[in-house]
């Protein structure tokens, strides 16, 4: 059974940072692109980045570009988000998804973790 | 970037009924478009992919259909499990983009 379980977010001050983990188990991770999608308080979903299989391509929503920075780790079957620079405009549960490369669609999902950016 | 325009807001609708919720793309995504369910403090689940094919487990009351820029779904006989929110999705080009969402709520 595919399982994905973020970890990592919690609260933090504007300007801080934060590293997101996503624990995949149930396949085989490297053969599989992986993204985060976010979803601020009430609001609807947004792509933030997309990385390949192998971990050589990534993409990112221009929102993030130069902040963020993806990553995963294929022997420790884990997924990583670097968050730098926050804004209280990331405020929002992040997920990771697996889906096609390299704009989805995701047909697994984690519960998601909460980063709240504040003072 | 491709916008995502969903309709209606919110269908009120009673179980048993024919749901029919529409997505509208800026410019066409071909065929490249996907339908998600998300219940209130869940994560998202798709539910179709590629405009018009069922993901796995997900019942045939949920259908699919269009492409270029206007697309459906049709959810055939509400059951109370389908009473949540949808969203399309894009994946033709960077960035992929989301529609706002269509809430199905209990008339």
């Known amino acids: 059974e595919v399982q994905l379980v973020e970890s990592g977010g919690g609260l933090i001050q504007p300007g801080g940072s934060l590293r997101l983990s996503c624990a995949a188990t149930g396949f085989t991770f490297s053969s599989y692109a992986m993204s985060w999608v976010r979803q601020a308080p009430g609001r609807g979903l947004e792509w933030v980045s997309a990385?390949?299989?192998?971990?050589?391509?990534?993409f990112y929503a221009d929102s993030v570009k130069g902040r963020f920075t993806i990553s995963r780790d294929n022997p420790k079957n884990t997924l990583y988000l670097q968050l730098n620079s926050l804004r209280a405009e990331d405020t929002a549960l992040y997920f990771c998804?697996?889906?096609?490369?390299?704009?989805?669609?995701?047909?697994?999902w984690g519960q998601g973790t909460l980063v709240t950016v504040s003072s | 970037e491709i916008v995502l325009t969903q309709s209606p807001g919110t269908l009120s609708l009673s179980p048993g009924e024919r749901a029919t919720l529409s997505c509208r793309a800026s410019?066409?995504?071909?065929?490249?478009l996907a339908w998600y369910q998300q219940k209130s403090g869940q994560a998202p689940r798709l539910l179709i992919y590629?405009?018009?094919n069922r993901a796995t487990g997900i019942p045939a009351r949920f259908s699919g259909s269009g492409s270029g820029t206007d697309f459906t779904l049709t959810i055939s006989s509400l059951e109370p499990e389908d009473f949540a929110v949808y969203y399309c999705?894009?994946?033709?080009?960077?960035?992929?983009?989301f529609g706002p969402g269509t809430k199905v709520d209990i008339k």
């Open positions: 590629d405009a018009s």
């Open positions: 998804a697996r889906g096609r490369f390299p704009y989805g669609d995701y047909g697994y």
């Open positions: 999705q894009q994946r033709v080009n960077w960035p992929p983009t």
């Open positions: 990385i390949s299989g192998p971990g050589l391509t990534t």
């Open positions: 410019q066409s995504v071909s065929n490249f």
